[in-house]
């Protein structure tokens, strides 16, 4: 919208109303506030949902893979043969043999439920979710016979654990006797205290090598799963229906949307529930726009009337008041874009400022899955929160604009 200089300056005039007219100018600050905290809230939110998604998929695919090809009596005999057809798959990455078990961790009297995985030795070393995750202690200990494990942080501390001692493995399906079955404890050194960042993960988690799973498991040269990785992990039940075919029978594939559909249908549920709710936000400023400028126009009835006299169109009415609004509503979107990047800056030393200021923990990782606030913003959403708060700032100033078009000057300056 092109304004004449004479338009600009009135522009200019309305948007900084003189003396008098400070009420006018207080509802548009307010207008303007709105708008900016109703984009802050929605860049916020969503950026945070984002950073939830994101971080849960990195952290728990990338321990669990895209897919895993499971038996279907938990274990495979043939796995070298299954995961030779899994490598030659066209979109594979990867593929890796291994063993979830779910048993008990023994130390000094305490005993925790511990989830025990066993995985390929370099696999654990170049693990995207292990790799650099050592908080203590060395995973370059971890190789077949050493007798060694990793835990995680949250299962250490439950236990009393630190990198160097030892701790117990109880395998419930032990040796089989004349009184029974006499479940089966191994002395492991703790090689190892790793923090995934998914507290799930972390307050259970005995990472060994595979060999030394399956002579604690008594499985033989046998593994539960094979974890398979693919080039698009949106894309990953087409690109295993080949060899799914092949394994009928023999063992089923269940990929990472299946294993945790539960937990990202509620996220995607959740991200859509709070941009619907946090829009009325930026919708209730826009109704603040437009009984700003509806009181504007009521007070410079006299003002349009005269300017009407002098030769100005009603299209002229128009452009000047359209811009009066869009400017309230475009100032309040970049202030608003400007205090969200801030807000997503600092967010963890908001978290802690809040929760050492009101003394209580708002992000109990046991409740949030992740122990940080995550954050990953959607330049694509970035830009349609722009776009819709402008949009409604737009449509916002159309009614008083015609209204100040459509006054008239004989009327308003009959007895003047």
């Known amino acids: 919208m092109i304004l004449s200089p004479a338009e600009r300056l009135i522009v200019k005039r309305y948007i900084l109303p003189g003396k008098g007219e400070g009420f006018i100018f207080l509802v548009a600050s307010i207008s303007l506030v709105a708008v900016m905290l109703g984009v802050a809230a929605l860049v916020i939110v969503m950026s945070v949902m984002n950073g939830f998604r994101a971080e849960l998929f990195d952290k728990i695919v990338g321990l669990n893979g895209h897919a895993v090809v499971q038996g279907y009596d938990n274990r495979i005999d043939d796995w070298r043969d299954v995961l030779k057809q899994v490598r030659a798959t066209p979109g594979v990455t990867s593929a890796t043999p291994l063993i979830e078990q779910p048993l008990l961790a023994s130390l000094n009297g305490r005993v925790d439920a511990a989830l025990v995985r066993g995985m390929d030795a370099s696999d654990i070393r170049e693990n995207p979710s292990l790799k650099g995750k050592a908080i203590a202690g060395s995973l370059d200990r971890l190789t077949p016979g050493c007798q060694c494990v990793a835990l995680g942080k949250e299962l250490a501390r439950q236990l009393g654990a630190q990198a160097g001692g030892n701790i117990t493995i109880i395998n419930p399906a032990g040796r089989s006797t004349p009184f029974g079955t006499v479940p089966r404890e191994i002395s492991y050194s703790i ?226």
């Not at 402008?390 to 004989?410: E, G, R």
């Open 191 to 416: 090689a190892a205290i790793v923090e995934i960042g998914v507290f799930d993960f972390d307050k259970a988690f005995v990472i060994m090598p595979m060999e030394d799973a399956q002579t604690l498991l008594l499985i033989g040269d046998s593994v539960q799963m094979i974890e398979v990785d693919t080039v698009d992990p949106d894309r990953v039940t087409e690109i295993l229906a080949p060899v799914a075919a092949k394994l009928t029978g023999r063992a089923i594939i269940v990929d990472w949307k299946q294993m945790n559909s539960t937990l990202f249908e509620a996220l995607a549920v959740e991200r859509v529930a709070m941009f619907v709710v946090l829009s009325i936000i930026i919708l209730v400023a826009v109704f603040n726009i437009l009984s700003s400028l509806i009181m504007l126009v009521r007070s410079k009835t006299r003002d349009i009337a005269i300017l009407r006299t002098m030769g100005a169109t009603r299209k002229s009415m128009v452009r000047i008041f359209v811009t009066v609004g869009v400017s309230i509503g475009v100032l309040g979107t970049v202030a608003g874009l400007m205090l969200g990047a801030i807000f997503l800056y600092f967010r963890q030393g908001v978290v802690n400022f809040v929760q050492f200021v009101t003394g209580q923990e708002l992000w109990d990782p046991s409740i949030r899955m992740l122990t940080e606030l995550p954050t990953k913003s959607d330049p694509v959403e970035i830009v349609g929160i722009t776009a819709m708060a402008i949009i409604f700032s737009f449509l916002a100033t159309l009614y008083p604009a015609f209204k100040a078009a459509n006054t008239d000057p004989v009327q308003v300056l009959r007895y003047e």
